[in-house]
């Protein structure tokens, strides 16, 4: 069993190696990438500072609470597009008939696949998390090791609704750019407050668009630590993993049936 498990740790720090030689070949442009991504990210957050400057709180939200849901977010999603961009190619592949050199290999596919690719620019997005935290949400330097926890969790949770929305390209011809519309969706959705939006919003927001998993739950059980409400975000993030993996297990045998 052991040996099993550090063969599939050693097969993904390989591909992990190789994704991020890239990086260390041009490293200027993964340093300029990164600050405009940074510059970026704080552009953004700018506009709640302003709102909140004349508005002191919504509905118990804060700028704290903003920055702290901003900062995971970012985080997470710079994690997932450092480690593993290549899921937002999957569409390409399955249409340009590139998915066929990953289903040869004698390995599940997905690893490789997710791993092929680094976005560079997500380096910035790693670094927005803990200045939104620290500089922005003041929060306690004790609270960094459940912050990255739920950090972890938000990012399985994010690379799994990418699975989904890319594995989309297994039944619909030319829906890369659809699923790239949803990927802007749930960025979008998982960086406001939620408080504000009506149940049907809230509903799409923790199912289709797991939007309230990936922010809002991680910065209310940062406020106030409920044993429920982690076991439901436990559950989400294992619930997803497995629906993604299903999804693009299924769109692989429609792909080679043809």
Not at 65 to 81: E, F, H, P
Not at 168 to 186: I, P, T, V, Y
Not at 227 to 246: D, H, P, W
Request: glycine letters at 8%.
């Amino acid at each position: 069993m052991m040996k099993f498990f550090f063969s599939r740790f050693d097969y993904i720090a390989a591909l992990l190696r190789a994704n991020f030689r890239a990086h260390h070949a041009d490293i200027r442009r993964t340093l300029l990438l990164s600050g405009f991504m940074f510059a970026q990210n704080l552009m953004f957050f700018m506009v709640w500072v302003v709102f909140f400057d004349s508005i002191s709180q919504v509905k118990g939200w804060r700028l704290g609470d903003v920055a702290l849901m901003c900062g995971i977010v970012a985080a997470a999603i710079g994690l997932i597009m450092f480690a593993a961009d290549g899921v937002r190619a999957i569409a390409l592949k399955v249409q340009d008939g590139s998915m066929d050199g990953f289903l040869t290999q004698p390995r599940h596919p997905l690893p490789a696949l997710l791993l092929s690719r680094s976005n560079a620019a997500s380096v910035g997005d790693m670094i927005s998390g803990p200045v939104f935290w620290f500089a922005f949400a003041d929060a306690p330097l004790s609270q960094l090791p459940a912050i990255l926890g739920l950090t972890l969790l938000s990012a399985v949770i994010f690379l799994s609704a990418l699975v989904a929305f890319y594995s989309l390209a297994f039944w619909l011809q030319h829906s890369g750019r659809f699923s790239d519309q949803l990927f802007e969706m749930l960025i979008i959705f998982s960086s406001i407050p939620q408080h504000a939006q009506s149940m049907s919003t809230k509903l799409v927001m923790f199912s289709v668009l797991p939007a309230g998993f990936i922010g809002l739950l991680p910065v209310s059980l940062l406020h106030r630590f409920d044993g429920l409400q982690f076991l439901m975000l436990i559950g989400a993030t294992i619930a997803y993993a497995v629906i993604a993996v299903g999804i693009f297990n299924a769109g692989v045998k429609r792909y080679v049936r043809g």
